[in-house]
């Protein structure tokens, strides 16, 4: 048995529990956890569990659901992409033009559409259907957010103008 510390957080009104066998650093997490208690539990470490394993079936640190993906990528944002590595990725094709194509399996499914969102216009989710439009569904609402304040700009300056 090894001792370690249950942590309870409350991040943006999302309860989770993380066990660790260290001390909590507060540090970076100003402003995004809402409170922090500490339970000093002991717990066992599951046989033959390796948290480097774990953590590579993610994508960007977020391990949720799994999901097999292709993503096509245009330049500019390309030639960054191609030579970082990437948790999951399973094969990367050389479209010619500086345009890749990239295969992903991993249980890190929003993770993976963080970074196709990141990567804006240069990417195109190719497969699977149900996650390209779960990534369609997600720029509408966030054009949403940027159209009507600025339909609201618009009509005040065009009042102004008058």
């Given amino acids: 048995m090894k001792r370690g510390l249950k942590v309870e957080l409350s991040?943006?009104?999302?309860?989770?529990?993380?066990?660790t066998t260290r001390a909590p650093m507060k540090r970076g997490l100003k402003g995004i956890v809402r409170s922090l208690t500490l339970l000093n539990?002991?717990?066992?470490?599951?046989?033959?569990?390796?948290?480097n394993e774990y953590i590579t079936r993610?994508?960007?640190?977020?391990?949720?659901?799994?999901?097999?993906?292709?993503?096509?990528?245009?330049?500019?944002a390309s030639r960054w992409v191609r030579v970082?590595?990437?948790q999951g990725l399973?094969?990367?094709?050389?479209?010619?033009?500086d345009q890749i194509e990239m295969h992903f399996d991993t249980e890190g499914?929003?993770?993976?559409?963080?970074?196709?969102?990141?990567?804006?216009?240069?990417?195109?989710?190719?497969a699977p259907p149900n996650f390209r439009?779960?990534?369609?569904?997600?720029?509408?609402?966030?054009?949403?957010?940027?159209?009507?304040?600025?339909?609201k700009t618009i009509k005040i300056l065009i009042t102004d103008m008058f």
């Fill in 11 to 19: 991040v943006l009104n999302v309860q989770c529990f993380v066990v």
């Fill in 41 to 51: 539990e002991a717990f066992n470490l599951q046989e033959g569990f390796d948290l």
């Fill in 58 to 76: 993610g994508f960007g640190g977020m391990k949720n659901q799994p999901v097999q993906a292709v993503i096509r990528v245009d330049p500019p």
């Fill in 84 to 86: 970082q590595k990437w």
């Fill in 90 to 97: 399973q094969k990367q094709i050389d479209l010619g033009n």
């Fill in 109 to 126: 499914r929003k993770g993976l559409m963080r970074q196709v969102l990141q990567w804006g216009g240069c990417a195109e989710m190719v």
């Fill in 133 to 151: 439009a779960e990534i369609a569904q997600e720029i509408t609402k966030m054009t949403k957010k940027i159209r009507e304040p600025l339909k």
